[in-house]
């Protein structure tokens, strides 16, 4: 069954969403369980105090969505446009575990990620221009195949995270922590050589 509208203080369990619009409005004390959302437009929609466990989204529009007091954990995001969204708003304390996001083709450019727990985050094939990752913990965090050109990394914990076949990877080692990640051999050159280090065959 697909449902026609989102409302406040709404709780629905493994329904689908469908060409919901729902631009700049705000929607409070809302819980999805299970839910799937499919080309719906959520930008620039305040969700405050709304809840999303285990949904998944495909092909919406969520940029400069805003999610102030927001939990949500094990939400998967394919082909969606969210550019510009502060994940720093959100709730990510209160619940009991945290599953990872996962990320598979979306456009996530402008993004702020600032200091945020993460671990196993999953950035696949996405665009992630301009993101902000510093002091945040994003140890076995997947960016394979992703665009990072221009995102900021510092204090960031990467430890296992695989960055392979990743682009424009601008990372300094000395400032952040690696151990373990895995990078393609280019991009591996690319780093060392945005260091300043000379390489020679």
Known sequence: MTVEQITNHMDVFAENFKE??????????????????????????????CRFIGCRFENC???????????????????CKM????????????????????????????????????????????????????????????FRGSDLKGALFGNT???????TQAQNTIIDLRINYLKGAIFSRYEALFLLESMGIVLVD
């Open 20 to 49: 919901i619009n729902l631009h700049s409005a705000k929607i409070v004390k809302a819980e999805f369980d299970d839910c799937t959302f499919v080309s719906c437009d959520f930008s620039e929609t305040f969700f405050s105090s």
């Open 83 to 142: 550019i510009g969204i502060d994940w720093t708003m959100a709730n990510w304390e209160s619940l009991l575990s945290v599953d990872p996001l996962h990320f598979h083709e979306c456009l996530l450019n402008d993004s702020n990620f600032f200091g945020l727990s993460l671990g196993g985050v999953v950035m696949t094939e996405c665009r992630i221009t301009e993101a902000d990752f510093r002091n945040a913990l994003l140890q076995k965090s997947d």
């Open 61 to 79: 529009n969520l940029s400069l969505m805003k999610l102030t007091d927001t939990k949500m954990s094990g939400v998967t995001f394919v082909s």
């Open 157 to 163: 914990h990467l430890e296992n995270a695989n960055f």
